[in-house]
């Protein structure tokens, strides 16, 4: 799993990215800004924060490589990244960037200035050999399966990770090239890994299949120089203490921070002792960004909560919710349509009534602003039908539409697809038969038809195929009284 969320201050500035938004925090107060478009809940790549150190430039993406300036304080989209890349961070005065093959491994690490036109490809070390103990095979070929490259920040420079080849290089701040590598045992599809600089190296955190956690510290040139749990499995309480990791952070040359479900420990470097133990809940993966002198902001991955953190050294660590006021802001970008997408241009959602024997139609024009769909449906929803207070009957770019009963408050209609940037005009008839009143839905779905494998059927057998929603519906809702 690659970072969802990020947090990243500059000066008196601060900004909160998720896949589906961004807050951007001065000093006290915040505006949202919302991604318009096919947003995926589960990115196939991290989402992008990067900012230089004035905050002039802030790049964002929503995990799908598409990579977008939006300005001084994130104030207004205006330019986008020459390239797709699967990430990107800042380096004092410079972005540094991974781009990944088809296959999802690292084809280039990559700087460039502050408007990210020009990229200088830098140089890879070949990975050194580092042995963790958690499941290697030592002796046998490693099994790689590629998922990507992602980053992360210290202040001591810059990881890049390849989970999925057992990968993890270091660049130190300014540098032409990373300082050096390590190959380890390839992750897992269901393990998770963080990575940051040290000034003796890299700290590495495992998260194997979601739960059981190591905590490594390597030097450069393979060299183990701390584990939690020991590597010796002396202490027996050790592995109870970071079941469930949910992130990592180096504090100083001398202090990291552990998060685990429900503590955050920290921790002395390079050997790794636990100092402190403070108590909190962190069920979810953490994003960390200093927020000043012996001071950290830190925000799960699956809320939008914010909790300033103290490590002041000689003072107990300390956390407290922040909880700063949020207006809504511009539409931060859009970033297009993947699937099917149906928006109303023309509906009313004022309440409609309906006295016998006079019949009301409803009349609205829906567009798909995505791709084409194979198939419509369009469904009617509410009390009213099921008791049989009213009739209905549905016309569909002018033509009658065969409507069927189910569940007895639903009739459902389904007709041809809908191609991209067409309109469709729908009529919903209402043929009053008593009295009643009630909300009523109207939703237009777009569909496609797929095959459903029955475990007892023969293969020779023709699959039965089964009508499922593809993409974004339209939805209408009113009172409908029937007099």
Same mark, same amino acid.
């Given at each position: ?59 964002? %993406? ?45 084809? &280039? ?13 830098? &140089? ?313 009143? %009630? ?45």
């Amino acid at each position: 799993m690659y970072p969802r969320r990020r947090l990243l201050a500059r000066r008196s500035w601060l900004f909160d990215l998720r896949p589906q938004r961004l807050i951007v925090f001065h000093r006290a107060e915040g505006v949202y800004r919302e991604v318009s478009g096919d947003v995926p809940d589960h990115p196939s790549a991290p989402v992008v924060l990067a900012a230089l150190d004035e905050a002039q430039d802030v790049w964002v %993406g929503s995990g799908d490589r598409r990579v977008f300036s939006v300005g001084t304080g994130a104030s207004a989209p205006i330019q986008t990244l020459p390239r797709e890349c699967f990430d990107l961070t800042t380096d004092s005065d410079r972005l540094i960037g991974t781009v990944v093959d088809d296959a999802l491994m690292l084809a &280039t690490l990559f700087a460039t200035d502050g408007s990210g036109q020009q990229w200088e490809p830098m &140089t890879l070390p070949k990975p050194v050999p580092a042995t963790h103990g958690y499941g290697y095979s030592e002796g046998r070929p490693l099994r790689q399966v590629p998922d990507g490259a992602f980053l992360d920040t210290s202040p001591f420079g810059i990881t890049v990770v390849e989970k999925g080849r057992g990968r993890v290089y270091v660049l130190r701040p300014g540098a032409a090239q990373p300082e050096g590598a390590l190959q380890i045992e390839p992750g897992g599809e269901q393990d998770i890994w963080r990575a940051l600089a040290t000034p003796h190296g890299v700290l590495l955190l495992l998260v194997i299949n979601y739960r059981q956690t190591a905590l490594l510290h390597f030097a450069l040139d393979g060299t183990l120089l701390g584990s939690i749990p020991k590597s010796d499995d002396e202490d027996e309480d050790a592995e109870e203490l970071i079941w469930g990791g949910a992130g990592v952070c180096v504090l100083d040359a001398s202090r990291a921070l552990l998060f685990v479900q429900d503590k955050t420990l920290l921790v002395s470097l390079p050997g790794l002792q636990v100092l402190e133990t403070l108590v909190g809940e962190w069920p979810a993966f953490v994003s960390v960004t200093p927020a000043g002198p012996d001071r950290w902001w830190v925000g799960a991955e699956d809320s939008d909560a914010l909790f300033l953190l103290t490590a002041e050294p000689g003072h107990p660590l300390r956390i407290q919710a922040s909880n700063r006021p949020v207006s809504p802001g511009a539409p931060l970008m859009h970033v297009g349509y993947k699937m099917p997408a149906f928006h109303w241009t023309e509906h009313s959602s004022a309440p409609l009534s309906v006295s016998a024997p006079v019949i009301e139609t409803w009349r609205a024009v829906v567009r798909n602003d995505g791709t084409p769909c194979e198939a419509v449906r369009i469904r009617v929803s509410g009390a009213l039908l099921g008791a049989r207070v009213v009739d209905v009957s549905v016309r569909y770019r002018g033509q009658p539409l065969p409507m069927v009963e189910e569940q007895r408050v639903n009739v459902v209609g389904v007709t041809a697809g809908l191609e991209a940037g067409a309109t469709a005009e729908l009529e919903v008839i209402f043929k009053p038969r008593s009295e009643g009143s %009630g909300p009523l839905t109207i939703t237009v779905e777009p569909c496609s038809w797929q095959s459903q494998v029955k475990y007892w059927q023969w293969q020779d057998k023709e699959e039965p195929r089964v009508l499922a929603v593809t993409g974004h519906p339209a939805s209408a809702w009113f009172p409908l009284t029937v007099e």
